[in-house]
């Protein structure tokens, strides 16, 4: 579909994306497929205590996501278009850019509507329901995090414009994908990736090989992520006000500048500016890459 490009937004006119938006089909889910939601949602329930940020484990029971079946999106939106104006809809699975930012910028929050097969339970592909449902969902009903998410669907109209998407996709990656959180109990988990990551929720946390560096904007937005293992380098917000106090502000002077001096930092790259809270010893992704080579 070449059209989906064909009209980029600033030219005053809106483009309908609302065909990318299908029915969840909650009646289709068999047995199996809520069998599969329970065995996922009652292990990273029992792992994330101490491991998540409050305002997460909170926000589960306040939405209802519980361990018996799929959420029912249509249920589900109901309380949280109460709490925060947002609401969930179904997607095939990954959708182009601008579809996803557009969601965003009107607070429908795109969740695959499939769960991933027995065989697939540690590593999927696409973000299949329970990435997206239970990684996603639950800080939508937090109205800072409410208000960053939809700024962020907004700034990628924009970031469109600029030609700075890949800029911008850093910042959700190591953000609302794999960022932490530092609070008075110690640092927790707050990026959907680690949270529906059985794996990725202890090794964020407790595994000496990746760098845990304080947020910076600038420095987020100049940084290459791995999409194929855990993240060499983590980085942390102090609060959900500082995330959005950094991001929600004209970004075309800081785009101006990333193409002046442009730069990418390696994964796994430190700065002598960097304000380092861990620094990683990066033993597991060397042994994965030579894994890799010999395989
Ligand atoms: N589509 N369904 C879905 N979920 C995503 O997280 C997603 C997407 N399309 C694009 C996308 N993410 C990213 O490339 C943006 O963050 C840039
Ligand atoms: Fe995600």
Redesign the pocket.
């Known amino acids: 579909m070449a059209t989906e490009y064909g009209n980029p937004m600033g030219s005053g006119e809106s483009t309908d994306y609302n065909h990318y938006i299908i029915d969840q089909g909650w009646k289709n889910y068999t047995d199996e497929d809520h069998g599969t939601w329970q065995i996922l949602y009652n292990r990273q329930r029992e792992l994330l205590k101490g491991r998540a940020c409050n305002e997460f484990m909170d926000n589960l029971d306040k939405l209802g996501i519980g361990d018996s079946k799929v959420p029912d999106f249509r249920r589900m939106s109901e309380t949280l278009k109460e709490l925060t104006g947002w609401e969930v809809v179904a ?1 095939p ?5 601008l ?3 557009k969601l965003l910028s009107e607070r429908k929050f ?3 509507n499939f769960i991933r097969k027995r065989a697939q339970l540690d590593y999927i592909e ?2 299949d329901v329970f990435h ?1 449902v239970f990684g996603h969902v639950p800080l939508l009903a937090h109205p800072v995090f409410a208000d960053y998410l939809e700024a962020y669907g907004k700034g ?1 109209l924009r970031a469109h414009e600029f030609g700075t ?1 890949k800029n ?2 850093r910042l ?2 190591f953000t ?2 794999f960022g932490l959180i530092n609070t008075p109990e110690g640092l927790r988990i707050c990026g959907a990736g680690i949270l529906s990551s059985s794996g990725e929720s202890k090794f964020s946390l407790e595994d000496a090989s990746p760098n845990r560096i304080a947020f910076d904007l600038k420095r987020v937005m100049q940084t290459n992520y791995r999409v194929d293992d855990y993240q060499q380098t983590y980085f942390v917000i102090d609060s959900f006000d500082q995330l959005f106090q950094e991001t929600y502000k004209d970004f075309a002077p800081l785009y101006e500048e990333l193409k002046i001096h442009p730069r990418q930092l390696t994964p796994d790259e430190i700065l002598p500016e960097d304000k380092i809270i861990h620094k990683g010893t990066q033993a597991y992704a060397c042994a994965r890459d030579i894994e890799k080579q010999s395989a």
């Open positions: 997607v699975g990954l959708i182009p850019d579809p996803f930012f795109p969740a695959g696409e973000p997206d990628g998407i911008l996709a959700y990656w609302v994908e």
